[in-house]
């Protein structure tokens, strides 16, 4: 989840996130919200984590993460200084 109006962090980031972690899933773009959203509208956050948990099914059993290699996945971060 990314917020569209954040002063700091273009949503190019979260497209960059997506690319670069293995098995994100696609990105939810909330219009307008900024850097903190979940505090401004605790509610879209709520209704896609509630349809996130949903479905995906959760083996208990693996909880490993593999990050081998993945910065080299989705090219480098999106530096907008």
């Known amino acids: 989840m990314w917020g569209t ?5 273009g949503v190019e980031w979260a497209r960059w996130l997506a ?7 696609s990105i939810v773009e909330v219009d307008g ?3 903190f959203f979940p505090l401004e509208r605790p509610e879209v ?7 996130l948990w949903t479905e995906v099914p ?9 990050t081998a290699g993945s910065f080299r996945q ?8």
């Open 19 to 25: 690319a670069t972690i293995p098995g994100a899933r």
């Open 33 to 35: 919200a900024r850097l």
């Open 58 to 66: 959760v083996d208990a059993g693996d909880r490993s993460i593999s």
């Open 74 to 81: 989705g090219g480098s971060p999106p530096y907008t200084g």
């Open 5 to 9: 109006g954040d002063e700091f962090f």
């Open 45 to 51: 956050l709520n209704r896609e984590l509630r349809a």
